[in-house]
């Protein structure tokens, strides 16, 4: 599959919270070949620190020529890109992975915690216009209203209908996302892809294998090269050893892992 390494121009900055941040990017070439799961590896300044791009899923695409990319600050990277102002261009590498595999003829629930919707946003557009007889349940935790509203209106705005829950009950469901899953039952045909903290896609997985529905899940670790060279994401397999999540996924179905649930 083909990737560019490009100076890309930002194009829009929006903040929805104090430390959450999405970026407009213009690259017809990213975006044109990008596919819902995919991600790209940005460098976030203009030195050698932080000497290493960051990840970050393609959160959303749009004319052909944009995608955007949603991240919460959480160290000196993001924190460099949060300072970025519009106009300016950053080296990015993409697009990288492997995606959702999508199969119309079944029922669709997309299930995403704090900054794991970030794909999914790229993911229920997809859906909504590729499977129209058969749109997307989506399903969307953070911790609060002020991170997640903003999250829950993009998905409304392609006409898809949110369960939404918080830890502390500002919006929606006063708790996780496995609770709202719970009490629906979505049928046997169901495919779940899931994005979000490692302790949430392993319960989403577990009652996902518990009804019989199917389970994709979007890993999110660490990464230095982003592909499969550094050996710096790699994920314990149900068949022995390791996967590479940059470029064996990160998309994996979820029986495929080894997951070390306490």
């Given at each position: ?10 194009i ?5 919270a ?9 690259s017809?070439?990213?975006?044109s070949l990008?596919?819902p799961g995919q991600?790209?590896?940005v460098?976030?300044?203009n030195?050698?620190d932080?000497l290493l ?7 959303q695409?749009?004319n ?16 460099l ?9 950053l080296?990015?590498?993409g ?21 794991g919707?970030a794909?999914?946003?790229?993911l229920?557009?997809?859906l909504?216009?590729?499977?129209t007889?058969?749109?997307p ?10 991170e ?5 209106n993009?998905f ?7 369960h939404?829950a918080t ?7 006063h ?5 709202v899953?719970k ?14 903290p490692?302790?949430?896609?392993a ?7 518990d ?11 660490s ?14 397999v ?6 590479h999540?940059?470029c ?5 179905d ?6 070390q649930?306490?």
């Amino acid at each position: 599959m083909s990737q560019f390494q490009e100076k890309t121009q930002i194009i829009r900055i929006e903040r929805f919270a104090s430390d959450i941040v999405r970026l407009t990017l213009d690259s017809p070439d990213i975006t044109s070949l990008a596919q819902p799961g995919q991600f790209v590896m940005v460098r976030t300044g203009n030195s050698n620190d932080p000497l290493l791009r960051r990840p970050f899923s393609i959160s959303q695409t749009s004319n052909g020529k944009h995608f955007q990319i949603l991240f919460k600050v959480v160290g000196r990277g993001t924190s460099l890109l949060a300072h970025c102002r519009e106009g300016e261009y950053l080296s990015i590498l993409g697009p990288l992975g492997q995606g959702f595999r999508v199969d119309c003829q079944r029922t669709h629930c997309l299930v995403g915690g704090g900054m794991g919707i970030a794909p999914l946003l790229f993911l229920g557009k997809y859906l909504s216009r590729k499977c129209t007889s058969n749109p997307p349940l989506v399903i969307l935790g953070a911790r609060t209203r002020e991170e997640l509203d903003p999250l829950v209106n993009d998905f409304n705005e392609l006409g898809l209908s949110v369960h939404s829950a918080t830890d502390d009950g500002t919006l929606g469901h006063h708790g996780l996302v496995t609770d709202v899953l719970k009490g629906l039952d979505l049928g046997p045909n169901c495919q779940a892809y899931v994005c979000g903290p490692h302790p949430m896609m392993a319960a989403v997985h577990l009652l996902c294998k518990d009804r019989g529905y199917a389970c994709q899940v979007s890993m999110e670790t660490s990464m230095a090269c982003g592909m499969g060279a550094c050996l710096g994401c790699i994920v314990p397999v149900e068949r022995g050893g390791y996967a590479h999540a940059c470029c064996d996924g990160p998309v994996f179905d979820a029986k495929e892992l080894l997951w070390q649930v306490k």
